[in-house]
C-alpha cells in the first residue's frame, strides 16, 4: 500500500487592512482591539474589497503558472462557529480566482542527503477568503472567551491535488510554497504566527486500485509537524487496513508532543455549508492590460494582470539557479542559501569583498556560519560574526598571512567575543604564519630529531608516517605553518 496527500494551505495575505474592512491587522494586538462594525457582523454594514488582497492572490497565481480567471465571483459558507458571528464565511466556491497551476518543489535523498529530486504537484486553485476569529478557552473557569481582531483577516486558500505521497514530499512542498510567497511579500508565511496553516487529506490504497477513504488532520502550523503528521497517518491507517478495519472518513488533529494524529470529529454525516452567491459584492473583474480596461472604470484603481506581471521577483528556483551558475557552488548548497532567511546575501555580500574563490566561501558559510548557527538557534541575522568581518578573516587566509586551521580557530574565538576584530585576535594570541624560512627549518630539525624511530620508518618506505611529523611541527607552532612548505622541507632532511 501507499500513502495518497493532498494539500489545502490557508495564507495570510500581507495586508495593513482586512479583506472586507479597514481595520488594521497586527498580531499580538490586546483582544478586540481591531474589529470593525463590519467584522463584528452589526446591522447594516457591507463588505468594502481589499484591491491589495486581490493583487497578492493575482501574484501568487503568475507566480504558481495559474490561470488567473477575468470574472471570478464570492459565495457564503455558512458555519455556525462561535468565532464567526456572521454565521457564514465570505469565500469562492463556485469560480475563484486563479486555477490550475504547478508548483515545483525538490527534496534531498540518499544516503547522505544529497542527491536532489525534483518534482511538481497541480494547484487545483487558489481562492480569496475570510478568516474567523479565534476562540480562547478558559477551562479552570469552564468558559469561552472571544477575540475577533483575526476575524476578517484576508486569507488566501491554496488547494493542492492528492499528488503527493509521503509527509517529506508535503513538507518540501510547503517549504517551497512559503518561500515564493516571501519572495512576492503576498504572506510573511510566519507559521507560528498562524500566516500559513495547512489541512492534510490523506489516504492510502494499493497501487491500480482506487484512493482510500481519506482523513483530514487540520490546522498543522509547522513543516517539521506537517511530515511528521502525515506519516504517522498514512502508517496508522496502513496498520488499521491489514488488521481488517476501516478507515474512518474523519477529521483529525496532530498532537505534537505524543507525536500522533487524534480524532477531533467525524465528517460522516457532513453539515450542509448551505453556498449561495455572496448579494453584497458584485463578480470581481481582473482585465489583462490597461488596453483592456473598459470605458467609465479608473485604470488605476483596476486590477491589471501585465502591470502586476512586472512585479514578479526573482523567484527561489530562479536564484538558485543564479547561484550554481554564476558560483559555481554545489546544488544542494544552493538550497541552503535560499532556504535560510538571509543567507544567500550574506554569502554573496562574502564573496564580493573577498579575494577567495567562492566555493572556498561556501565552506565557511556551510561549516562554520552554520555550524555555530544551528548549535545555538540562531537566525543568520543574529550571527555575532558580519559578512564583512568573515571576508576579512578569509583574506588573511588568502595572502599567507594566516593559516585555515588557525582561522578557524580565530572564527571560534570572535564567535565568543565578537567586539575583538580579527587583527586583535591574530595579535594577541601570536596566530600569524611563520614565513620565515631557517625558523622553520629549525622547527623541523628539531621534529626530526626527536622522533629516530619515525624517522627510520619513512626510509624504510612508509611515507605515511610523514604525516605524524607533519603534525607534530603543527602542534609545535599551533598550526602557523604552511604544509606544503612543511612537508617539502621534511622530506628533504629525511632523505
Known amino acids: 500500500m501507499v500513502g495518497v496527500v493532498g494539500l489545502e494551505i490557508h495564507a495570510q495575505i500581507q495586508s495593513t487592512s482586512k479583506l472586507f474592512s479597514g481595520s488594521h491587522v497586527r498580531f499580538l494586538a490586546p483582544p478586540n482591539s481591531l474589529v470593525s462594525h463590519f467584522d463584528a457582523s452589526l446591522p447594516g454594514t457591507l463588505p468594502v474589497l481589499n484591491r491589495r488582497c486581490v493583487e497578492a492572490a493575482v501574484l501568487t497565481g503568475l507566480a504558481l503558472n495559474c490561470t488567473i ?11 455556525f462557529y462561535a468565532d464567526m458571528p456572521a454565521g457564514y464565511q465570505i469565500t469562492q466556491q463556485r469560480l475563484p480566482i486563479a486555477v490550475d497551476g504547478t508548483l515545483v518543489y525538490s527534496h534531498f535523498e540518499g544516503h547522505r542527503r544529497n542527491q536532489v529530486v525534483t518534482k511538481s504537484v497541480k494547484i487545483k486553485q ?13 477551562i479552570e473557569r469552564r468558559q469561552t472567551l472571544i477575540d475577533l481582531n483575526r476575524a476578517g483577516v484576508g486569507l488566501m486558500e491554496l488547494v493542492m491535488e492528492p499528488e503527493m505521497c509521503c509527509g517529506e514530499e508535503a513538507a518540501a512542498a510547503v517549504r517551497e510554497l512559503q518561500l515564493i510567497l516571501q519572495a512576492l511579500g503576498t504572506c510573511q508565511g510566519n507559521m507560528a504566527e498562524g500566516q500559513l496553516r495547512v489541512d492534510a487529506n490523506v489516504s492510502v490504497h494499493r497501487p491500480g486500485e482506487p484512493l482510500g477513504v481519506r482523513t483530514e488532520v487540520k490546522n498543522i502550523n509547522s513543516v517539521r509537524h506537517l511530515a511528521k503528521a502525515i506519516d ?7 496498520e488499521v487496513l491489514q488488521s481488517g478495519g476501516t478507515v474512518l472518513n474523519e477529521t483529525r488533529a496532530f498532537d505534537s508532543k505524543s507525536g500522533n494524529t487524534i480524532p477531533m470529529r467525524d465528517k460522516e454525516g457532513l453539515q450542509d455549508y448551505r453556498f449561495m452567491p455572496e448579494p453584497n459584492l458584485p463578480p470581481l473583474f481582473v482585465y489583462e492590460s490597461e488596453a483592456s480596461v473598459p470605458a467609465g472604470v479608473d485604470p488605476v484603481q483596476a486590477v491589471v494582470i501585465d502591470r502586476l506581471s512586472t512585479q514578479l521577483p526573482e523567484l527561489p528556483s530562479v536564484r538558485r539557479m543564479r547561484l550554481v551558475e554564476t558560483y559555481g557552488i554545489l546544488r544542494e548548497h544552493s ?5 535560510e532567511d538571509g543567507l544567500m546575501d550574506y554569502f ?9 574563490e567562492p566555493r572556498k566561501v561556501i565552506g565557511w558559510v556551510m561549516n562554520e556560519l552554520m555550524g555555530n548557527l544551528n548549535i545555538q538557534n540562531l537566525k543568520v541575522s543574529q ?46 594570541q601570536d596566530l600569524w604564519m611563520i614565513n620565515d624560512k631557517e625558523e622553520l627549518r629549525k622547527i623541523c630539525q628539531r621534529v626530526v630529531d626527536s622522533h629516530t624511530e ?20 603543527q602542534r609545535e607552532t599551533k598550526g602557523r605553518t604552511d604544509p606544503v612548505q612543511v612537508r617539502a622541507i621534511l622530506q628533504e632532511m629525511i632523505s
Open 69 to 79: 480567471n477575468r470574472k471570478s465571483l464570492f459565495d457564503r459558507k455558512h458555519y
Open 126 to 138: 487558489i481562492q480569496l477568503e475570510q478568516d474567523s476569529g479565534k476562540s480562547l478557552h478558559d
Open 232 to 238: 504517522y497517518e498514512i502508517q496508522r491507517q496502513m
Open 335 to 339: 538550497f541552503t542559501l535560499v532556504n
Open 348 to 356: 554573496e555580500s562574502v564573496v564580493q569583498m573577498t579575494k577567495a
Open 383 to 428: 550571527s555575532p560574526i558580519s559578512s564583512c568581518t568573515l571576508a576579512e578573516l578569509i583574506n588573511l587566509v588568502e595572502s599567507g598571512h594566516i593559516s585555515s586551521s588557525t582561522a578557524k580557530q580565530v572564527f571560534q574565538e570572535m564567535w565568543k567575543a565578537p567586539e575583538k576584530t580579527v587583527g586583535q585576535i591574530v595579535k594577541e
Open 454 to 473: 619515525e624517522v627510520q620508518f619513512i626510509r624504510g618506505g612508509n611515507k605515511k608516517v610523514l604525516n605524524k611529523l607533519m603534525g607534530e611541527v
